[in-house]
Structure formats: structure tokens, C-alpha cells
């Protein structure tokens, strides 16, 4: 049993934090009561329907469920029309997708978040040798970096008063750096100096990691295109692939036709039976979402009490993606840790973690996924490459109980061994 080997003194710690945490929990619970209400809302008004759930083949025509799947999307959102789909394999496919739908030779775009993560900069072309990236497809890039944790907002606004930028992009959450995620109210501000000096640039947000977390999204303040994976946030752990992109319908017009061909759009696309635990996970989204952040306010606080000061959010700050970071000072206690979390996992809990190449990852990283559906962060990941500061990236727990006991056990094993 997981409770027989978790530390007595870190279960007193744990009842503890009940008290502490009550507030910081209250204020999750309500964010998630206001999205539930918007999603609930979204299922009504659109008259869902069991029917809706039909398995449609072949060339996927007249499907009516993913059509009223897709409405819900926008309107949650904060778009006018969206895209969802099974076809979408991840949040870099939708990504990429998006960008090579919208960019086309000789346009510039720009990152007004700095270097984006790994996976996206062999996309984008700043590493690689790879023929189909934007890059080598003559599409520009340049990229403006964060100041202490926020836009750049005069570089910004002047770069763009030169109306030659044809999209910026924004990365709302962290990713694999050391740097805050940013909120809702930073990205709204940025929006409306943008739009003071130029109002042809499309403004594309990555919002992997970020949905549910705050009552209002991207789209709500003005973003033209916005872009996640239904294996984190809105696929609720239920939805077992899948990505959506949600903007102005003219751009999800161009995307569309992207994804299946000029004519075409979004008429077509069977959707593999998978309707039901798309609409499932939707609904289920703002309580999963709920549940991995009072799982990451849990992490940080029982980290900070212990003498980890290096996390990040700390348990009483705002949040505005799952993501956790915490720095555990050396090799053995980020490969106990993590071996921790994976023997809590329901799922592959007798896998040994230990560092080891991963392609793409210029180190050695340790990873615990024991998930049902292979790579869903939403349901708890923890993963690290295997250097200093030696600093874990965890995100997930889809219930806040079985959140807590993986901690317990990831700092139990950093305890006793």
C-alpha cells in the first residue's frame, strides 16, 4: 500500500497543509466553478446529443457531432470558429500546422516570447537540417525576448510600427525554461499595444499547458489564432490524442485546408469513434484541470517546507499554466523523486526511472509518465534533464488524492534511501 510507505513526519506535513492551503484551494475550486459553468453552458446551448457521438468513416461527411464539438471549442475559447481533431497528433503538429497555414515565403514571424521550446525550434528551422521547416521553406523568423518575466513592450511595439511582420507568437506557458508563465492579463496588455500600431499582424498564442487555469483565454482578449493539444488541459485525460486550433474563421479556413486539401476543409475528416471521449474530456477538463494545480500547489508548498526554495510557482503565488518546477539541489534526489512519482503511477508503477539518453535532449533526462494514454501531461508527468540546477518539470494529477500520494511517495524515497 502507498500510504505504508510514505514518511510519518511527511503525513503530518500533509494534514498540515490542509489548513494552510485552504485558501489557495478555495480560489482553484472557484476559477474551476466559473469554467464549468462555461462549459456546461456550451453542452446546452448546443443541444448535444448521444447521437452525436456516432462513429462516422470513411470521409468523415455531414458529422454533426464534430461540428457542435467545434462550436463549443470557439466558444470556450474566446474564437469565432475552431478545428478538433483526432488528426491532430499533438500540440506541435497543431502547431506547426497552424504556422505553415498562415506563413507562406518570404513573410517574417516573430517570437515575442524568446526561443521557443525544443520540438518547435527544428519546426520553425533555428535548428536542424530539416527540408520541410518553416525556415527552409522561406518564411522568416526573429525572435524578441522576455524582460524579467514580461514583453519586451517597447521593442515589441516599435519592431512592429514597421508593418512588415506578418504573425507574432506567443508562448503562454514556461516549457522547458526556467522563466514564468505568462498570465492571461500580461498577454491582453501586449494585445492592445499591439493593435495600437498595427492592426494587420496575426497574433498566434500557443496555450499548451495554460487552458482552464484562468477564467478568461487568449481569444477573450484578442488573440486571432489559438492553438493547444487535447492531451493536456481540455482533452480532461480521457481524450486518448487529438489538438485543436481555435481563432478568426478565416484563419481556421486556411488551417483547414492545410490539414486536408484547398476545396476541402473542414467538410471532411472521419473521426475515428472518438467523438464521445473528445466531448467526455471537455467536460470533464475544468475539474482535471482543477485537480493537477492543487496537485502542483501541494508539490510546491511540501518542497518549500522541507527547505527547497527553488520552486516555482511558489504554493501562494497565481498560476496561469499546470506547470511546476522544482529544483531539488542533486542527481540523487531528482532520480529518487522521480522514481517515486512513477511507482505512484496506476499505470507501468514497476518501471525503474534512471537518467538516459532521450533523442532530441541534448543530456541524459529522467521522465515518469505511468499515464493511460502515452504522453497526456494532464494526468501527471514529472521529467528532468540530468544536470544542474537539476530542476524537475512536473504538471498533472488528475485527482488531487492521487496527486498528493505521488508526492508523498516521490519525497518519502528522497527521505529514506
Known sequence: MILDQIHPELLKMAQESDVVLKDVYDQIDQVCLENTNKVLSAFIENRVSYSDFADINGYGNYDEGRDKL??????????????VRPQIMSG????????SALLKYGDTMISLTGAPYDSLQEMIGIIGTSTQSLKANGVKYEQIDLVDNDFDDETIV???????????????SRGYSS??????????????????????????????????????????????????????????????????????????????????????????????NLNNSFFKGLFMAPNAVKNSLKTAVFSSYMLEKLGFKNVSPRYNEPRTDIIQT???????????????????????SFVKVMPAPMPGYPFDEVMAAGS???????????????????TLYMQGGLTTEYGKLSILLALSKMMND
Request: hydrophobic letters at 40%; glycine letters at 10%.
Open 70 to 83: 467545434e462550436r463549443m471549442f470557439a466558444f470556450i475559447l474566446g474564437n469565432e470558429d475552431a478545428l
Open 92 to 99: 506541435t503538429n497543431a502547431l506547426y500546422l497552424t504556422l
Open 158 to 172: 516599435n519592431r512592429l510600427k514597421e508593418n512588415n511582420v506578418k504573425l507574432v507568437e506567443i508562448q503562454r
Open 179 to 272: 522563466r514564468d508563465s505568462l498570465t492571461i492579463a500580461k498577454i491582453e496588455r501586449i494585445i492592445q499595444k499591439i493593435r495600437e500600431v498595427n492592426q494587420e499582424v496575426i497574433i498566434m498564442v500557443d496555450n499548451c499547458y495554460g487552458e482552464l487555469v484562468e477564467t478568461r483565454e487568449p481569444g477573450h482578449v484578442g488573440a486571432d489564432v489559438v492553438v493547444g493539444s487535447l492531451m493536456k488541459n481540455l482533452g480532461g485525460g480521457i481524450a486518448a490524442t487529438g489538438g485543436y486550433i481555435a481563432g478568426n474563421k478565416e484563419y481556421i479556413h486556411m488551417v483547414a485546408e492545410r490539414l486536408t486539401s484547398p476545396g476541402i476543409g473542414k467538410d471532411l475528416g472521419a473521426n475515428f
Open 326 to 348: 522544482l529544483e531539488l539541489g542533486n542527481l540523487d534526489n531528482l532520480v529518487r523523486f522521480t522514481q517515486g512519482i512513477q511507482e505512484a503511477s496506476p499505470i507501468d
Open 372 to 390: 493511460f494514454t502515452q504522453g497526456s501531461t494532464i494526468e501527471l508527468s514529472a521529467d528532468a534533464p540530468c544536470v544542474e540546477p537539476y
